[in-house]
Every structure is written in C-alpha cells, then in structure tokens.
C-alpha cells in the first residue's frame, strides 16, 4: 500500500507520539483522522493542520463511544485504509509494596485504566474499523504500538500486561484475516528521547539506562515513524512484532 493518498485513523493522536504520526503522515501525503480523548486537543489539531486532519473527540476505552464517533466519521466519508491504535497510559507500581503505609497491593482502580485504555480500546476500535473494511472491501492494515515492556518489566504489571495482550491479539487477528487481504502489525518502541520520558526518569537514570542500549543512545521519533511507515507500505508483512529499541531486548 502508498502512504500517500491512504486514509489512516490514529488513535490517541493529539500529543506525544500520536501527534509526531498523524504531522508526518500528513506530511507524506496521507488522509488523518484522529480519535482522542481531549475535545481542546481536537481543536487544536484540526486548526494546526489547516483543516486537513478530521479530529473527534473520544474515549477509546468505551465500546458506546467508540461506535458513535467511528460511525460518525463512516457517515461523513472517510473509510480507514490503516488504523494506528496509539492510545495509551502508562501506571507503575509494584505488586505489592511493603513500604506503603496504606494498602499495600497494586491499586485496582489502576489495573483497570490501563487495561481499558491499552487493551480494550485496541480491540474496541479494531473491531469496528476490520467490520468496515471488510464490508467496502479494502485490503488495510492495523497497527498497533506496543512496547519492549510485554515481555515483563518489574513494577508495571498492567502496562505489560496490556501490552502482551496487544501482541497476541496482533498476531491472532493476522492468522484469522490474512486470508481476506488484511494486516496486522504490532510495533514496540525501546526508550524514546521525549518530554514525558526525561520528566518521568533523571538524568542519572537515563544515563545509566542508555549503557545498556547497544546503540547507546535514546531512540528519536522518526524512527518510530519510520516503522510505522513501513508497515503500512510492505504489503507482505503481518502477524509481526516490530521491536524499535535500539537494540535494548537483545
């Protein structure tokens, strides 16, 4: 498939990386929309991109409203050629904490959020966006981003989980519609040089952190995009997991 003229859905796309996707696919000549949980962002992004990027307001992690706001944008024309689930948050905590003066086992109220948002969303609006293709008979492709953690990584039980559950669910969907020409592909970004990663950890655990990636150094955006693209465009591969981590899982 080219990237330039595809319409490709993008989920959580109003900041972060979302944001970094849908400005350089459109860049590169494809039709965004965009479902994200902020209705401001949506605004925004709507006006920053000139009106070229169709932007509604949504909570991917309820089944209802991810119906009504897919059908909305079937209703106005635009059919997905691509889905990039990108939605996503991230909860660290421990299992249990011995330290905590409270409850010490992990918050429920967190296991459930990140599950919601990182999983259930990804099947939510792959099911409908895969029902549509199907029934326009196009021959798309879905992305999913996952992360290096779904092979297990201490103090993030639900973000791990979740994103193990993307994995299989990618690989899954792959065995049960290659047949009728779709693809799926999950990609897992390693450490990436952003905001959020440098609020979230010092720059003593960074550095620490970037000795141990084999490139020694943090990954920069494009890269990502670059696997996004790539997955679009190769038409011959599905059912895989694309790690972009600078070598880090070897």
Known sequence: MKLEGARVLVTGGGSGIGRHLVERLLADGAEIAVLELDAARCAELADAAGGKVRAVSCDVSDAAAVDGALQNLFDTGFEPDVLVNNAGVIHSEPLVNLLSRGDKVHSREAWRRVIATDLDSVFFVTSRVVERMLAKRIKGVV????????????????????????????????????????????????????????????????????????????????????????????????????????????
């Open 143 to 250: 992305i999913s981003i996952s992360s290096i953690a779904a092979g297990g990584n201490a103090g993030q039980s639900a973000y791990a989980a979740a994103k193990a559950g993307v994995n299989a669910l990618t690989c899954t969907w792959a065995k049960e519609l290659g047949a009728m020409g779709l693809r799926f592909v999950a990609i897992a970004p390693g450490f990436f040089d952003t905001p959020s990663t440098r609020a979230a950890l010092s720059e003593a655990v960074l550095t620490r952190l970037q000795q141990q990636i084999p490139l020694r150094r943090l990954g920069e955006l494009e890269s990502l995009y670059l696997a996004v693209r790539h997955a679009i465009e190769n038409d011959y591969l599905t059912g895989t997991v694309l790690e972009v981590d600078g070598g880090l899982v070897l």
